[in-house]
């Protein structure tokens, strides 16, 4: 009986709970978050194009059709989906100039147990800004690891590193991307 | 995606964790099945020292939560994860709650806690009081389970209904004054939070039901009370050993063997007495 208690017990729970779970957390309006990777722009395009990005203008495109972007900013969640930390993916709003050097980055959600001092610290943050697509972004190496909680930062370096460096291969210039 | 990485370089970072864990596995592992004390408390202090303040490997209500949307980390780089993971699973399905027996970084240290404190400063609790008390851990797990699917936050359980957060050393003055007081009433009700509020150890004790080898009963069990007096985690019921309560701490199981103290033994040495005087 009680083995059967168990089994039911634990069938019920998973049940009411995965009706539950595919509750998305992405910040919708960014503005903020943009304008701080892109203190320089005026405007932003909406989300969009393919990949999924964000256009940085230094003038709002609307009084100035040819209007050139001067950065370009996406998210995390949505170029590497698959990429996921201690508990779900970590969301990271990155900005990036258009030679491949990044601008920096947000993180605006994690459900990280460790978040409150892994990925969370505007430190884990800072240390993006400025850097090139091709650098090693190696956890201990040119980012700072934070013991106990490797799990964390290592799904949020490797989803900066592989978001940024698809979005260079399909949005950039090809002698940037290499 | 140009990742490009090979399972060289995969693999290297992850070695020294995945063998020392596994070296801690196989020490937990004789430490059990000999039902030796001294290895026990070897796995014990090593399940402070490197489980806890060196990696913080413990089963955290967060890791219950992920059972709510099955999110789990990437698997090639986070190996000795998933080996602890199974390694609690498994366990807790062919033993019971062997983890919180000796891997529980947090229960290992306020065992190694009773093992130091002075016993007349213990208070034991009356029998009906610790089993009712015991239920709380169950209310406890409902209502975080409650609020993590009402709210999707998994950082304030994390903080306030588990002191887990220790070993990373990363807690507000909130958070410590919390766990001090926990830690003063553990001097006086052993392992206080273990057996009464634990929201993890409610969850295995919710998969302990399906324990395969379960610890075995003479039918002189049925009268003694010895055991049921020895054991620590208020796991014995007369002739029953509840399932939900008992962290296979061994103690049960080392009066079981020994032919002095159990009255299976002398029972039957009697018998064989008479058998030879007749």
Redesign the interface.
Known sequence: V??V???V??IC??G???A????I?TTPNPAAELKRLFPAAAAFSPLGGTPLHFNAYAADPRTNPAEKPIGIAFWTTDL?P???????PIHILVGMDLIGVLTGVVVTYD???????SVEPPKFAAQFKGKKIGDPFR??GDVDAV???S?SI??AT?AI??AS??VA?QLLPPEVAK | VGAGETWGEILAPQALDLALLTAFIALTLVSFFRKSVRLKYAALVAAVGYMGFMKSSLVSISDVFRLTDLSLPPFKYSLAWYLFSLFVVVSTVLWGRLYCGRVCAFGALTQLMDAIVPARLRIELPKKIEQRAAWTKYVVLAAVMVYFVATRDVALPVRYTEPFWMFGLFGTTAMWSGLAVLLVATVFVRNLYCRFLCPVGATLGILSGLTVFRIKRWAECKTCKICEKTCEWGAIRGPQIVKRECVRCDDCERLYLDQQKCPHWIVLRRKGNTFVSA
Not at chain 1, 20 to 23: G, P
């Open positions: 009680n083995k208690t168990a089994i017990l634990a729970c998973g009411v709970f995965a539950a779970a595919d509750r957390f590497v698959e990429e996921h930390g201690y508990h779900g459900s990280e147990p460790y978040g409150y001092f956890v201990g013991s106990r909680a799990i290592g799904s490797r590193r592989d460096r698809m291969k």
